[in-house]
Every structure is written in C-alpha cells, then in structure tokens.
C-alpha cells in the first residue's frame, strides 16, 4: 500500500534511474521505523530466535561436512567467555559500533550507504597524511586527527548526496563505485606521494607523533599453562558508545531527528511540512559520513599510528549487518557489536583447536539472513494480530482490513 | 474475472508492449547510438595514427578485450535476468563466487566444461536462494543481496578450508586455504577460418584479417584489427557467452515466457490478474540470473585463470550490475557497456603506455558531443565540453604515464559519469525492487 506514494516520489524528484533501490526503500521503513508498534520483548525475543536458527543451520552445514557442531560450539563458548576473550570482543565490537551507526543514520533517511567501506579508508587515509605533518599539544591533536577523519568520510559521501540528490544516481550503486574508486585513490596516493620508508619491511605513511596517541584504558592478562593471552581496551571505546549516545539523541530525541525520520518514513508528506527530502538527503548522507570517517580510528590512534597496507578492512558491511542485527537501534546495535566481537575473536581458538576457522563467517552471514527473514515474519504477525484486533474491536471480518 | 481468461491469451499483448520488430535487441534509437558509435571507432582510428599507439585497436587488445568483457558481460545479463522479473539482484558477486569455487573444483577434479556446468549450477541454487528469500519472506532486495554476497564469501573460504588445506587431498595437490590447485586442460580454442587462419580439415585457411592489420592503413587497418580480435585464439566459453546475447534477447522478447518475465518486473499484480503466475516465474527468471552469474565466475575459474582463488570476482558482480543500468536493462546496452569496460582493462593489461592517449581520444569524443550540442543550439552543454575537452587536452599532453593504482579505477569512474550523465534517460522495470506479495496486491 505504500507503492503509489513511492512512485510518486520517484516521479517528483525526477530520480526514474535507479535500481529499485528508491522505490524499495518503503519497505526498509518498515523494518526501520522505530515504532512499528511491536514491543521490546518481541524484538528482542525475535532477535534470539534468529540467532537460534542460524546457530542450526550453521550446525547442519558442519554435519553435513563432517565436523562436528557441538564441539565447534562449545569450544566457540569455551573460549569466548574468557575475561580476556571478553575484552578483546569489546575491542573489535568497537569499529563496528561507529559503523552500525553510520550505515543507521543512512536507514534513517531511508539511504542504504553501502560506502561506508570507503568513507573510512579516506578518513583513517587522510587522518594519517594530515596528522603526521601538524603538531599540536595532546588532546587538541587527537580532536584535530579526528575531526580531519570525519571531514573526509563526509567529503567523501557528500559525492553519493550530490550525485543522488543532483543527477538521480541511486546511492546504492553510487557508493559500490565510490568504494572501488577509493581504494585506488588511496594506493594511488600511498605508492606515489606518503610512503614513509621507516625500515623496508613496515611501509606505513610517516607515523604520528605520540600527542595523537589514544591512551590505552587497560590490558588484562591471562595465563593458562604455558601460554599467555592478553587484550587490551583502548579508551576508543568509550569513543563509540559516546557517539551512539549522541545518535540517539539527535535522532531519537531532537526536532531535527524528528524531521529526519518523517522525510525518510515518507518524503510527500514530510514535504508538505515545509522538510526538503533532498535537504535532508544530503545532511543524513554528510552525517553518515562523518561517522564512518571515525570507524579507522581505533586502528590509526590505538594500534597502529600510521596508514599501512595491513590497514583495517570490511568494517562497511559488517556494519550493515551490525545495524540491521540491532534494529538500528542504539541499543541493539551495541548488543549486535558485541556479538560480532564475539564471533571474531573465537575464530582463532577454532583454528588452534583444529577446527574450521571460517565457520565464523558462515555463521555470521547465516545470522544476518535469518534476522532480517525473521523480522519480516514477526513483523507481519504483529501486523496481523493488531488488524485483527482492530477488526474484532470494530466488530468487522479480518478480510475487510487490509494488512 | 481472472477465472474467464485464458492464460495462453497473454502474449497477444507483445505488439503493444513492443511495437515494430527490429526493437528487441537494442531501443528504437538504435540509429543514432550506431552513428554516434560508428564516429567514435573514427575518432579512435585518428586518435591511433596520431600518437602511433597501435595498442588502441590490435588485435591483441581486441582479444583480451573480449576475454575480459566476458565475465562482466554475462554478469550484467544476470542483472538483466533479475530486474526484468523485478527483482533488484545485488547477489551477483556472491553467486559468481559460487561459480568460481565449484567451477575451479569441478574444473581440477574432473574437467573444463565439467567445471563450467557445476558453475552454471551453483549460480542458479545461488539465485535460486535469494529468490527464495525476497519471494517467499519478500525481505528487501538489497538486504537479502548484501547477505548472500557475506555468505557466499564464508562459505567458500569453509569449503576451501575443508578440500584445498595443506592437510587435504586438494593442499597435497598444490592448493591452499585460498587456491584450488591448477587445472590439467584447459577450454579448447578455435581461429575462424580465411579471417584469422583457422584450420579446416588439417588445410591451414589464409590469415586475411592478420595481414590487413599488419599494414596499418587508416580504419581499415584499424577495422580488421578490432575484428580479429574477436575471431582469432577464440575460447569456445566466449563463443557460447556471446551467444546468450541474442539469445537472452529473442527469449525476453519474443516468447511468451519472456512477456512473462516482463510483465512481472513491470507491474506483476496487472499480470497476475491476467493469469501469470508471477512467483514460480520469479524463481525461473533468478535461477538463470543465478546461472549467468555462476557461468561468469567459472568463466574466471576456468578460462580466465586456469585455478580457484578467493577474490578471484573482484567487485565484477557490481560492474555487471552496473552494465545493466546504463545498459538501460536491455541486452546490446549490456554489451556495450562490457565492452567499454572490458576495453579499458584491456588496454590496461596489453599495453598501459597507450592509456594517456585516451586523453586525446576523450578530447575528440568532447568536440563531437560540442558539435552535435551547437547544432542543436544547446549553449550550456557546449561549454561544458569545451571546458572537459580543454581539460583532457591538458591531460594528454602532460600525462606521460597513467600511475597504475589509478587505472585500476577507470572502470568504476567512467559509470559514476555516464550515470550522471544519462540517468534521467534511462527506464528501469517499473517494478524491479519493489515489495511484492502474489495476491495481495489487488
């Protein structure tokens, strides 16, 4: 029942070219709309049972290639939930906190920023160049490093608004191409311009200087037996939840995150409200940006203060996966990163232990799949039940409401 | 109503759906886009004798051209295949990465064409699962894609894991984690007979095309150059890819399956209540896009290269989708934007020294657009080429050496322009992406 609106916003905004990417997104409002009328409960009972699923369907995959799941899973659990396995799921669940909520304030607006991979390459690229050749005291320098971060990331996306908004490109296959392009930029740059040959086998653009540095909160060690296990939490965690926390209040919470989701719920009616949909692309698609920009910085401040080719890498779609396993909610997005964490950081035990590493992936991928098959589910039952409910409240047959 | 109407009564429709009878390879102005593509082969040919690059129209460029075209070509078919039948597939890489795995497998374990087939398969259950995901669940188009591509990529790493370890039969063999071990035969090859010297019976036929290249004279030269290529050191897989062109044409066009397939992407609640059975129709029409994608990746398993690697795809899952957009959803659009893909990284591979002499063919292509713009007594547009043809003058004359990182980003460049440029001309299925669920919606 939203497609004649849909259509007509297509029409209106003269974007007739896209891959149906435009017209679909009245159905990611549904899965994305904050109030779609279900509870937390549902949700979070939703949630679980798709993990359930995933966890046996990955177990059936095992079986059927001659492992076996029960080991794979209690070794996963086993060694997960190890205090230093916990921090270091904190530690990896940190990047794709700051991506999830990039890749959400994009569904927001109803924006589907798949470029969130190359937002962040430019910014920890553009941070390290920048970084390196200005120096300033302590604190003044990592705002400066992060600020520069962000400016990129947006600079970057700002290419996918102006294209979207100015010439009808869909953003979707607008942002794959951007990715593609930034990364040959950056080797481009790399190779040609800031190489900083330190010694012959590290090549990494010149390092920052230690008032970049994020100081480490702290590392926790563990011996068992011979061997010893550390992690460490750098203090860019705080970071992350710091941002989600200002997510939710701009978002959720402030009149122009009102605007923001009534012109991405639905354009003609926001538009109506004196709210410019392509206004409101633009700002959603910069403030995307923006955010994805500091999705290298853990990696650039905390370990590795320098851009180098062991540069981090597909923190864009797991932060797709991430924001959708957490509803685009703060919340769930937190508890999704954490998971995903969690996933990572037992794909080496696995290994040690004789198992298939690359399970993990699968599995992960099998989640993302089932989460979002069972949001659209559940979603419809609720749908369902609420129009039934109307229906017996209004004493009318269920197939006289439409769902 | 729906009950009294016949369901064979459908393809009565196709004349109003398509007039005329020539219209179903390319749109009707299919004039213009041949005169504008017959100026641009002259520009080349004079961009050529200008800079004395003879990389620019060799046959040896035409031949890697069309090898590399292929798997981009058959992966825009798929997206052609899905969109037609509205469904917006962004899976193509995950089910091409399916067909290089198990098409590389099959390809080292039992034989090329035995690998091409199990690739085709792979594709299709590939296409068959997205299918199953957006038509049944009717879960976004793109959500469903994103998954697929992170499922395709982890399980192949499982598998290769499982078969190509080091402690594996296929690791004893020469694999790895990422790389199958290489293949024993390869695909056979033909030259076609009197144009490039192919055999017939054991009697070796005259090279014609091959001489008229040697000569370099202007066009001809050039002419026989581009058409060597494409019949000279020929894979059979190419052959057969090219084939599916027309075929993929005649069928979405000229049969009543396709008018199907059609109408579904256009407006499926019209064509259901003319009888259609729009879902089952969704599963056959992603099940070829899936075996297209999958013959594309085996296309890169088996012809291209002669092993399985993990990345062996590389983003061309997105340039095929991207293909079938300017494209503009029909099947010469996708091979002409393959081949303007596949030509720039040909050029790439066989002879990057004559890439700044795209410069000046770009600076030609600016004044034929000037010209054509002036006529026409557009006066923004004119200036606009002349500033881009001022500026790739510049380029040409003071770019000895294109840095090669950024080659690499041609392709990905030249569709955010031509989509910028020609997306307010382009028509999508109506339908393609949008939620649908059979009966609901009428």
């Given at each position: 029942m939203n497609i004649p609106i849909e259509t007509s916003v297509n029409q209106a905004t003269g974007a007739s070219n896209d891959v149906g990417g435009?017209?679909?997104?009245?159905?990611?409002?549904?899965?994305?709309?904050?109030?779609?009328?279900?509870?937390?409960l549902i949700t979070i009972a939703s949630s679980l049972l798709a993990i359930v699923i995933a966890l046996l369907i990955a177990g059936a995959i095992l079986l059927i290639t001659g492992k076996n799941p029960i080991d794979a899973y209690s070794k996963m659990l086993h060694a997960g939930t190890t205090s230093v396995k916990l921090v270091e799921s904190m530690q990896r669940a940190t990047p794709l906190i700051l991506a999830a909520v990039a890749v959400a304030i994009g569904f927001k607006m109803n924006l589907f920023n798949i470029g969130v991979e190359g937002q962040y390459l430019i910014g920890v690229f553009f941070a390290a160049v920048v970084g390196a050749k200005v120096s300033f005291p302590p604190v003044l320098h990592v705002t400066f490093v992060l600020l520069v971060a962000m400016v990129a990331g947006a600079a970057w996306s700002g290419i996918a608004a102006y294209l979207k908004v100015k010439k009808g490109v869909n953003e979707v296959i607008a942002t794959i191409m951007l990715n593609a392009i930034a990364l040959s930029v950056i080797d481009w740059?790399?190779?040609?311009?800031?190489?900083?040959?330190?010694?012959s086998l590290d090549v990494k653009t010149k390092p920052l200087p230690s008032s970049a540095w994020m100081p480490v909160l702290f590392t926790i060690t563990r011996k068992t037996g011979k061997t010893t296990q550390n992690a460490t939490l750098t203090s860019f965690f705080l970071v992350a939840l710091l941002v989600v926390?200002?997510?939710?209040?701009?978002?959720?919470k402030s009149t122009f995150g009102f605007r923001l989701r009534a012109s991405g719920y639905n354009a003609v009616a926001a538009r109506t409200a004196g709210i410019s949909s392509g206004r409101m692309i633009v700002v959603a698609m910069l403030m995307s940006g923006a955010i994805a920009g500091l999705v290298g910085m853990p990696y650039l401040l905390g370990e590795s203060h320098a851009y180098g080719p062991s540069r981090p890498d597909g923190y864009g779609f797991n932060g797709i996966a991430v924001a959708l396993l957490g509803r685009n909610h703060p919340a769930g997005i937190i508890a999704a990163a954490f998971l995903w964490g969690f996933l990572d950081s037992v794909s080496a035990p696995l290994q040690i232990a004789h198992l298939p590493q690359s399970i993990?992936?699968?599995?992960?991928?099998?989640?993302?799949?089932?989460?979002?098959?069972?949001?659209?589910?559940?979603?419809?039952?609720?749908?369902?039940?609420?129009?039934d409910r109307t229906a017996a409240a209004l004493a009318l047959p269920t197939a006289a409401v439409a769902v | 109503m729906s009950a009294t109407i016949n369901p064979s009564e459908a393809p009565t429709l196709a004349p109003i759906a398509e007039p005329g009878w020539k219209t179903f390879l390319i749109k009707p102005s299919a004039k213009r886009s041949m005169f504008i593509a017959g100026t641009l082969f002259v520009l080349l040919c004079l961009t050529r004798v200008i800079t004395d690059g003879t990389d620019l129209t060799s046959s040896a460029t035409m031949g890697t051209t069309l090898r590399v075209t292929i798997p981009i070509l058959l992966a825009g078919l798929a997206g052609l295949w899905a969109e037609r039948v509205g469904i917006v597939n962004i899976?193509?890489?995950?089910?091409?990465?399916?067909?290089?795995?198990?098409?590389?497998w099959a390809a080292w374990k039992y034989g090329p064409?035995?690998?091409?087939?199990?690739?085709?398969?792979?594709?299709?259950?590939?296409?068959?699962?997205h299918a199953f995901v957006v038509v049944r669940f009717n879960v976004n188009h793109v959500l469903s894609g994103v998954a697929l591509n992170l499922f395709a990529f982890g399980a192949m790493r499982y598998l290769s894991e499982l078969v190509y370890a080091k402690d594996q039969p296929g690791g004893k063999a020469g694999g790895g984690i990422s790389k199958s071990p290489q293949q024993k035969y390869p695909i056979p090859v033909f030259n076609v007979p009197f144009l490039a010297g192919g055999e017939i019976g054991g009697w070796k036929s005259p090279d014609m095309l091959g001489w008229l290249e040697k000569h370099h004279w202007f066009i001809v030269s050039d002419a026989a150059g581009l058409a060597r290529g494409l019949v000279y050191q020929v894979s059979w897989a190419s052959a057969i890819a090219l084939m599916l062109v027309p075929l993929t044409a005649w069928v979405l066009w000229r049969t009543r399956f396709g008018l199907r397939v059609r109408s579904s992407g256009e407006d499926p609640a019209a064509a259901e209540t003319l009888g259609v059975r729009v879902t089952p129709l969704r599963y056959a029409a992603m099940a070829i896009s899936g075996a297209f994608a999958g013959f594309s990746g085996g296309f890169l398993a088996i012809?291209?290269?002669?092993?399985?690697?993990?990345?062996?795809?590389?983003?061309?899952?997105?340039?095929?989708?991207?293909?079938?957009?300017?494209?503009?959803?029909?099947?010469?659009?996708?091979?002409?934007?393959?081949?303007?893909?596949?030509?720039?990284?040909?050029?790439?591979?066989?002879?990057?020294?004559?890439?700044?002499n795209l410069f000046l063919f770009g600076t030609f292509a600016c004044l034929l657009v000037v010209v054509l713009q002036m006529v026409q007594h557009k006066i923004v547009p004119a200036i606009n080429g002349i500033i881009a043809g001022a500026i790739l003058l510049v380029g040409y004359i003071t770019i000895d050496k294109v840095p090669e990182p950024l080659t690499k980003a041609t392709p990905y460049v030249v569709t955010l322009i031509v989509l910028a440029t020609a997306s307010q001309r382009l028509r999508p299925p109506a339908h393609a992406g949008m939620p649908y669920r059979s009966g609901e919606n009428h």
């Open positions: 435009d017209s679909s997104q009245s159905f990611l409002n549904r899965l994305v709309r904050p109030d779609s009328g279900q509870s937390v740059l790399f190779t040609s311009y800031f190489r900083y040959e330190s010694s926390l200002l997510f939710w209040l701009v978002v959720y993990v992936l699968v599995l992960k991928a099998i989640i993302l799949i089932t989460v979002v098959v069972v949001n659209e589910v559940v979603g419809r039952r609720v749908a369902k039940r609420t129009a | 899976a193509i890489e995950g089910m091409m990465i399916f067909g290089t795995w198990f098409g590389g064409w035995q690998g091409l087939a199990l690739a085709v398969v792979a594709g299709a259950v590939g296409g068959l699962i012809v291209s290269a002669n092993y399985y690697q993990q990345g062996q795809t590389a983003s061309r899952g997105y340039i095929g989708l991207a293909t079938t957009i300017f494209g503009n959803w029909r099947p010469l659009g996708v091979l002409g934007g393959a081949t303007l893909f596949g030509f720039a990284e040909a050029l790439n591979l066989v002879g990057p020294a004559s890439l700044p």
